[in-house]
């Protein structure tokens, strides 16, 4: 079973930057797409950026899209965030999840083995 541990966070100014990390351990993960997710309080978890097994094909949710960049190590077994230009509706829990899929769904169902979440905090 893997076992997904996020990092990365903190609190910023808008127009900041940050970048995640999401390192995977219990098995490889190099063979299936992987994704972030974010919950702000009180909202669902939604997506925000998932990545093809071999890194060639991404998708974004259109709030992230130009801004945030998703891409992944398989040999480090991890995968990352890069966030720029923050805003303070980017504020929430941010997630990584796998799924058993090699090309990226944009569906929350279709990852699991969620990590414990690193808490990321625009302040306009």
């Not at 903190?10 to 919950?39: E, H, I, N, P």
């Not at 941010?94 to 414990?116: E, I």
């Amino acid at each position: 079973q893997v076992q997904l541990a996020e990092s990365g966070g903190g609190l910023v100014q808008a127009g900041d930057s940050l970048r995640l990390s999401c390192a995977a351990s219990g098995r490889t993960v190099s063979y299936y797409a992987m994704g972030w997710f974010r919950q702000a309080p009180g909202k669902e978890r939604e997506f925000v950026a998932a990545i093809s097994s071999g890194g060639r094909t991404t998708k974004y949710a259109d709030s992230v899209k130009g801004r945030f960049t998703i891409s992944r190590d398989n040999a480090k077994n991890t995968i990352y965030l890069q966030m720029n230009s923050l805003k303070s509706e980017d504020t929430a829990v941010y997630y990584c999840g796998v799924s058993v899929y090699s090309l990226p769904p944009a569906d929350l169902t279709k990852f699991g083995s969620w990590g414990q979440g690193t808490q990321v905090t625009v302040s306009s």
